[in-house]
C-alpha cells in the first residue's frame, strides 16, 4: 500500500480589502487593494490526501479590529451582505476537484461565527484528487464605525483522517 500522504497549500496569506467606507461593501482581492464586486476569489486553497476516510479543513480565529474596535462578525447563519450593517464574513467555493465547503459557508451567503471556533469549512474524500477551494471575504461598515486601520488573521487547519 503506498505511504498515506496530505498536502495543503494556501495561494497567499496576505490579502485585502482597500479602503473600507460606508457606501459600499468591499470584497477582499489578493493584491491587498479590494474590489467593489464578489467577482474572484481573495485566495484559494489547494488539498490533497489518500487517507482512507479523506480529510476535513476548519476555519479559526477572529473578527477584523483596529485597536479596541472591531467589525461585527456576520455569526453562523449565512446572510446575504447588508449595506449600512457593520459586518465582516467569509464564503467558500469549491472550485474543482471532489471536496465540497461546509454549512454555513458553502452558499452563495456569508457567515463568520467567531464565537463557535473553530467551525467545519470544507472535507473532501482521500482519493488523491486536488481538490480546490476559493476564500471568498467581505467587509461593510456603518457610517458610525470607528475610523481606523483593521486587520485580521485568520488559520485554515487541515487534517487527514487516517
Same mark, same amino acid.
Given at each position: 500500500?503506498?505511504?498515506?500522504?496530505?498536502?495543503?497549500?494556501?495561494?497567499?496569506? %496576505? $490579502?485585502?480589502?482597500?479602503?473600507?467606507?460606508?457606501?459600499?461593501?468591499?470584497?477582499?482581492?489578493?493584491?491587498?487593494?479590494?474590489?467593489?464586486?464578489?467577482?474572484?476569489?481573495?485566495?484559494?486553497?489547494?488539498? /490533497? %490526501?489518500?487517507?482512507?476516510?479523506?480529510?476535513?479543513?476548519?476555519?479559526?480565529?477572529?473578527?477584523?479590529?483596529?485597536?479596541?474596535? /472591531?467589525?461585527?462578525?456576520?455569526?453562523?447563519?449565512?446572510?446575504?451582505?447588508?449595506?449600512?450593517?457593520?459586518?465582516?464574513? $467569509?464564503? $467558500?467555493?469549491?472550485?474543482?476537484?471532489?471536496? +465540497?465547503?461546509?454549512?454555513?459557508?458553502?452558499?452563495?451567503?456569508?457567515?463568520?461565527?467567531?464565537?463557535?471556533?473553530?467551525?467545519?469549512?470544507?472535507?473532501?474524500?482521500?482519493?488523491?484528487?486536488?481538490?480546490?477551494?476559493?476564500?471568498?471575504?467581505?467587509?461593510? $461598515?456603518?457610517?458610525? +464605525?470607528?475610523?481606523?486601520?483593521?486587520?485580521?488573521?485568520?488559520?485554515?487547519?487541515?487534517?487527514?483522517?487516517?
Amino acid at each position: 500500500a503506498p505511504s498515506q500522504s496530505l498536502s495543503f497549500n494556501i495561494s497567499d496569506n %496576505t $490579502i485585502g480589502f482597500g479602503t473600507l467606507a460606508s457606501g459600499g461593501t468591499r470584497y477582499a482581492t489578493g493584491d491587498t487593494l479590494g474590489a467593489a464586486s464578489d467577482a474572484t476569489d481573495a485566495h484559494t486553497i489547494l488539498i /490533497s %490526501t489518500n487517507a482512507a476516510s479523506g480529510y476535513a479543513m476548519a476555519v479559526s480565529g477572529a473578527t477584523l479590529t483596529s485597536g479596541a474596535h /472591531s467589525i461585527t462578525p456576520i455569526g453562523a447563519t449565512a446572510t446575504a451582505s447588508t449595506s449600512g450593517t457593520e459586518q465582516f464574513g $467569509i464564503r $467558500i467555493v469549491a472550485n474543482s476537484g471532489n471536496g +465540497t465547503a461546509s454549512a454555513p459557508y458553502n452558499g452563495a451567503n456569508w457567515a463568520l461565527d467567531t464565537s463557535a471556533f473553530p467551525d467545519a469549512a470544507a472535507t473532501g474524500p482521500g482519493d488523491g484528487v486536488a481538490d480546490e477551494f476559493g476564500i471568498r471575504y467581505v467587509a461593510y $461598515i456603518a457610517s458610525n +464605525t470607528e475610523n481606523g486601520s483593521y486587520s485580521g488573521v485568520l488559520t485554515y487547519t487541515v487534517t487527514a483522517t487516517f
